[in-house]
């Protein structure tokens, strides 16, 4: 709604999601629950990684994870393969994984090389270890609302709308994108009883996406295309959930490269009532979403 006497106003009072400090407040939960284990004599969390080959992007991924669980005090492992590793011999150090009682979760970094079937790999985990919740276990878990470990992003979206006490119940919420690890499992949680959200899944085939996003109370970005949802795509008043990292090459930072969502946030943000920044928005809680998994393992919840 515009504002009666200023026209270029909108009445809403927008807020921006806070990722980094809302994912904070959750590390020093953890980090607290840590160190309360350690006193009751419990041994440390234990997270592993698994890292094929040396691809930039899941280096700094891998990098990210092991730096996460310093600082809320877990152990964690990194396993190194080749690039070259035959997908007997990963399989095989995912059975070791599996059987070490000292492991209480571990994820296998995405993606892996060619020569190597994913959905292979992803069902050889351990369900009960499978804190990156890619496992077909989990996933039909968390379809029927079961406890189930939660991938990692949508698991961050969710906890954020609840720290920030959004409305769910009767809103139309759309998601742009389907994929596995975000749109489709968030269409699912959206839609569960304790959330109660109306869902629609946008994709690349959706005809008329301009009038199908302009109609969510909840907009949920996650298709990977830079600033792609215009200020005319989206209702006043609604909450816009920008999940979309892409790296675009800027002059301006050291790296050359800078974060874009898949929201053009300038024009956007004034219209909505609340709305998440890249950065600093969905990925941060995306991992500290990988945390609170490793610490339902720990208690051997799912
Ligand atoms: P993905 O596997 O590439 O899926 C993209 C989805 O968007 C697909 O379902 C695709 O439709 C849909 N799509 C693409 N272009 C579209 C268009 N023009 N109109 C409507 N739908 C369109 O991507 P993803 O892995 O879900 O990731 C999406 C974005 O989120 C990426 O930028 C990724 O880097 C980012 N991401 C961020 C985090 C984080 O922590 N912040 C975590 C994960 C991913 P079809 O199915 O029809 O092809």
């Known amino acids: 709604m515009r504002h009666p006497t200023c026209p270029g106003a909108y009445l809403y009072c927008m807020e921006i999601i806070n990722g980094n400090s809302t994912a904070k407040i959750i590390k020093d939960e953890i980090a607290q629950e840590v160190q309360s284990m350690i006193r009751s004599r419990l041994r440390q969390p234990h997270l592993a990684a698994i890292l094929v080959g040396s691809d930039g992007g899941s280096e700094t991924y891998v990098a990210y994870k092991i730096k996460d669980c310093k600082e809320v005090g877990f152990r964690s ?80 979206i969710i906890e954020l709308l609840k720290r920030y006490n959004i409305e769910t119940s009767g809103k139309n919420c759309v998601i742009v994108g389907r994929s596995n690890i975000v749109g489709r499992p968030l269409s699912i949680l959206m839609s569960q009883k304790s959330i109660n959200a109306t869902v629609t899944v946008a994709h690349s085939r959706t005809k008329d996406l301009k009038k199908v996003c302009s109609e969510a109370d909840i907009l949920i970005a996650a298709l990977g295309s830079p600033e792609f949802i215009k200020a005319d795509m989206v209702k006043e008043g609604a909450v816009v959930i920008d999940v979309g990292t892409t790296r675009v090459p800027s002059t301006e930072t050291k790296s050359g490269f800078r974060l874009k969502g898949d929201v053009k946030f300038d024009e956007v943000a004034p219209k909505c009532s609340y709305i998440t920044p890249v950065p600093g928005g969905v990925g941060p809680m995306t991992r500290v979403s990988l945390l609170s998994n490793t610490m339902i393992a720990v208690k051997k919840k799912c």
């Open 77 to 156: 492992t990194l396993v190194r393969l080749d690039e070259d590793v035959t997908e007997t011999s990963l399989l095989e150090k995912i059975g070791e994984l599996n059987q070490d009682p000292d492991v209480d979760g571990f994820i296998v970094q995405l993606p892996l090389p060619d020569h190597i079937n994913e959905q292979n790999v992803i069902t050889a985990i351990d369900p009960c270890k499978d804190v990156d919740g890619f496992h077909p276990v989990n996933v039909g878990k968390t379809v029927i609302g079961l406890p189930s470990f939660i991938s990692a992003t949508p698991y961050g």
